[in-house]
């Protein structure tokens, strides 16, 4: 595993609790599976995702642990757990490359380097946001409660920003757009809540969609999905005296 991964996991603006537990689960897969970073060498850790597989089905049917890992308990919610620390790391070797943090390349273009730079000012206010939301998830809705962890759970389609439950006990999956929304993020949404309903095996699931605002293709496409709703923020600065 590689040095910079605590650092990349802490510049997600996780907890320090969560750190911890996602360092801890990368670390138990790869003390009884190996390597991860030759396991992401050799099929970017398809095979190793594939075996800390783990279905509801195969937790009726009392399936055995197929891993190396000692597992006392909750055969599938330990797997879960698990296999998402897997996901995470490859997500961090995926945006980091071979050596841990890449710099941009001696030379490169001015406006893709801009661009970049634009990406990660988005991707860093929307980390902000979601610290911000976990901290206070009652305004988005009162009686949500948050049950990722702290951290984005892994689904087939992606990384959810926030899952949780609301009063009645119905799942709540959260995305979080810095600026404004599109069609695509309806769709991204969507894909999430599918993958969701299908790892719990039940349409119990909801969908909330959090912007700075929606545009009107957005807009139509989340009238016709009675389970999504759509949020708007704000950002109210707060000013003191930077002499005191």
Same mark, same amino acid.
């Given at each position: 595993m590689?040095?910079?991964?605590?650092?990349?996991?802490?510049?997600?603006?996780?907890?320090a609790n969560t750190v911890n537990a996602q360092m801890y689960r990368a670390g138990r897969v790869e003390? +009884?599976?190996?390597?991860?970073?030759? +396991?992401?060498?050799?099929?970017?850790? /398809?095979?190793?995702?594939?075996?800390?597989?783990?279905?509801?089905?195969? !937790?009726?049917?009392n399936r055995p642990n197929p891993t190396k890992i000692p597992i006392e308990g909750d055969i599938f919610k330990n797997l879960v757990s698990y296999r998402d @620390?897997?996901?995470?790391?490859?997500?961090?070797?995926?945006?980091?490359?071979?050596?841990?943090?890449?710099?941009?390349?001696?030379?490169?273009?001015?406006? @893709?380097?801009? /661009?970049g730079e634009e990406v990660g000012r988005? #991707?860093?206010?929307?980390?902000?946001?979601?610290?911000?939301?976990?901290?206070? #998830? !009652?305004?988005?809705?009162p009686g949500l409660t948050i049950t990722d962890d702290g951290a984005e759970r892994s689904v087939e389609s992606g990384f959810i920003d926030i899952t949780a439950r609301d009063s009645s006990g119905m799942t709540v999956v #959260?995305?979080?757009? @810095?600026?404004? /929304?599109?069609?695509?993020?309806?769709? !991204?949404i969507l894909s999430y809540m599918g993958d969701v309903a299908s790892e719990e095996e039940t349409g119990n699931v909801r969908g909330i969609l959090v912007a700075s605002d929606f545009d009107a293709k957005a807009k139509s496409a989340a009238?016709?999905?009675?389970?999504? #709703?759509?949020?708007?923020?704000?950002?109210?600065?707060?000013? /003191?005296?930077?002499?005191a």
């Open positions: 590689k040095a910079g991964y605590r650092q990349w996991l802490e510049l997600q603006k996780y907890q003390e +009884h599976h190996g390597n991860l970073d030759e +396991h992401y060498a050799t099929d970017r850790m /398809a095979s190793l995702v594939e075996t800390l597989s783990y279905s509801k089905d195969d !937790q009726r049917r @620390a897997v996901k995470r790391y490859r997500k961090f070797r995926d945006e980091t490359g071979e050596d841990g943090f890449d710099a941009p390349a001696p030379g490169a273009d001015e406006s @893709a380097t801009a /661009a988005r #991707i860093g206010l929307e980390r902000d946001l979601q610290a911000a939301l976990r901290v206070e #998830i !009652q305004k988005l809705e #959260i995305e979080l757009k @810095a600026g404004v /929304a599109g069609q695509r993020a309806v769709a !991204q009238k016709m999905v009675p389970s999504l #709703i759509l949020r708007k923020y704000s950002v109210q600065f707060r000013f /003191a005296d930077g002499q």
